[in-house]
Structures are given as structure tokens and as C-alpha cells.
């Protein structure tokens, strides 16, 4: 009698984890680091097919770009760059109070943090940011003369994987146009276009068009930063911030920043600036909920009143939630690491010198 219940108890159960769907061999790509852009071997495989604009930025990136990542990720990317000083000077100036006494203290910081070597003036740096290369630029001059086909650069990678990116200029000339000019007669001189990587390259301005929409809706004022920040739907998920060319600490002649003000009062400028922004970044949903902010130097000390800056070491500072505060990176680094983390944040392909570069990963209590 036992048998004659039990027999066909136990063949019901049998069909029941027959019919079960299998969760073992199996993960959702978009929450697995290892099959996307991260830093694993196979993460830097595809880099090389990133080189190829159309490869490299589909596959790796397609499926989470849009996506708001897993709980606990790094999601979004706030980064300021400022200009022309050396860690050295900086973490010895009386005029850093901020810089050193709260970036330093909440964030991570790196000790050895350079340019490419030889990689001068401001321009190429931030080309190199872009790119993983300074792609043969060696001036600062505009985009009408330096402006690049290639079609393999961060952003491309970003709109490629559905991934949200603005760039906020302190003296943007006209909101109504892409602003590709830079001289002492628009924007009280101080807007300089050699600190926007992204007008350099035709897939973002329409080739030097002053009319293009994509240039206009993804360069904007930094005014309408704070506006952003207050609304989750409109903060990008990488905002390129770039100071004029006072609160940058570079200094322009003609302006009340000249390049002969006492270095300490352009120091000054800059820290009171990062003293005001950063906490309004912190401040917002974006940031708490897997934010990272990076503030870099471009170059190292000019050499005297319009010298050729030095390779550095240069500031750099990370803050976020899953930053490790006071920590000090002393590894060698330079802007080929800071795109390649970038880079493995959003899981896009490495490009150029990213490609081999290491990435901040030691900053973190967890990444990406």
C-alpha cells in the first residue's frame, strides 16, 4: 500500500525539476564583469578590435550601455580638469586649503600621476584623454586646423553603447551654436577650445560645423550644471567639466587672471572653485547611488611666463561612495590610465595606450 502512494509522488516531483528552468553554466551578460569591457584578459582582447570604431564599440558595450548597471556599480563619471600645476606645488601651497585638506582626506589620491612624457602643450593632453593618444596633435591650436576623422574616441564609444555624456564649459560663448573658436574677443578670454576634446573630432561637430546639433546638445554652459544634477533624468552619465581659463588655475592675459598674477592667487582660484562644485556633485541622487568624481591636472609646472609645462607628477584626486578615503596611489599612471578606467566603468573597448595602461581599480573598495 505504501509503495502504491509513493511511486507516483515521487514521479510527479521527477517532472517538476525536469520542467524547472537550469541556472548553472549561465549568467546575464549585463550584470557578469568578465563578458564585457572590465579588467579581466578577455576585456582587453576586444580592446584591440575597439580601434575599429564599428566593433569596437558594439559587442562589449551594446547590452549594458543603457542599463543602470547592477546594484553597488560604478554608474556614473564626474571629472574636472584643471590646469598647469604639479602635485608638488599643490600639496605644498598655503593657497589649497580645499585641495588638500578635504579632496585629499575624503578621496583617493594619486603620488605619480604624469603626462605622457613630452606630451606638450595643454592640447594633446586632452586629446589623450579622449583617445588614448594625442593622434598627431602637438599644438593648441583650434579645431579648425586640428580636427580629427577618427571615429575612435570615448564619446563615440559612449553613443555607441546608449551611454549619456555632456561636456560643461565655464564661458561658453553662445549656447546656440558648437563654439570652435577660442580667442581673447569671445567669452571675456577666457573660453578656450583646446580644453574640449570632443570638439576635435568631425563625428561630434559635423566637421567643424558651427550649426551641429550634436555638438549644441552635448556642449553646454556650465551654468545649466547645477539645473542637471537636480533632475536624475537629465545628469549625464559622463560630464566632462571644464573650468575657464581662471578658475583652471592656467591664467590668460587681459583678463583679471593674467599669466603674471602671483601663482598663489591662481592656485586660490581653482581650489575656491573645487571648494563650490564638488560638494553640489556630491550632493546629487547620481553621486550617492554610484558616482565617482575625478579631478585631474593636464600638465605640471610651466617653466617661467609662458614656459613649456612639465611632465608632472600632476593632482589627481577620486571621490565617491566606494572610494577609499586618504588612500595614496603610487603606482606610475598617466592619461592613458585615466581613460582606460573610464573606459572599464562603462565596459566600452580600450583604445590606443589604454590598452596596456593600468586603472585606478586600487582606488576603490570595489570595481567597477
Known sequence: ??????????????????????????????????????????????????????????????????????SGAIKTVFVIVMENHSWDTIKKSAQASYINGTLAKE???????????????????????????????????????????????????????????????????????????????IGNGKYGVKHIPQLFFDDVTDTNKDTSKKCIDHVRPFTELTGDLGDASKTARYSFIVPDLCNDMHGIAGTDCPLSINPGALVKKGDDFLAALVPKLQGSQAYKDGGVIFVVWDEGDEGGLGGTASDGPVPFFALGPSVKKGYAMTKKVDHSAYLRTVQTIFKVPFLRGAKTAPDFAEMFTSFP
Open 107 to 185: 578621496g583617493a589620491f594619486a603620488e605619480a600621476y604624469s603626462t605622457p612624457p613630452g606630451n606638450h602643450p595643454s592640447e594633446p593632453n586632452y586629446i589623450w584623454m579622449e583617445a588614448g593618444d594625442n593622434l598627431g596633435i602637438t599644438t593648441d591650436d583650434d579645431p579648425a586646423k586640428n580636427h580629427k576623422a577618427e571615429k575612435d574616441h570615448l564619446v563615440s564609444q559612449l553613443d555607441a553603447a546608449g551611454i549619456s555624456w555632456k561636456v560643461y564649459a565655464e564661458a561658453l560663448p553662445d549656447p546656440t551654436k558648437c563654439n570652435l573658436v577660442s580667442s581673447p574677443s
Open 1 to 70: 500500500m505504501l509503495r502504491s502512494v509513493v511511486a507516483p509522488v515521487l514521479s510527479f516531483a521527477l517532472a517538476l525539476v525536469a520542467l524547472a528552468p537550469s541556472s548553472c553554466g549561465s549568467s546575464d551578460p549585463a550584470e557578469d564583469p568578465g563578458s564585457s569591457g572590465g579588467t579581466s584578459g578577455t576585456s582587453g582582447t576586444s580592446g584591440t578590435s575597439g580601434t575599429s570604431g564599428t566593433s569596437g564599440t558594439s559587442g562589449t558595450s551594446g547590452t549594458s550601455g543603457s542599463d543602470s548597471g547592477p
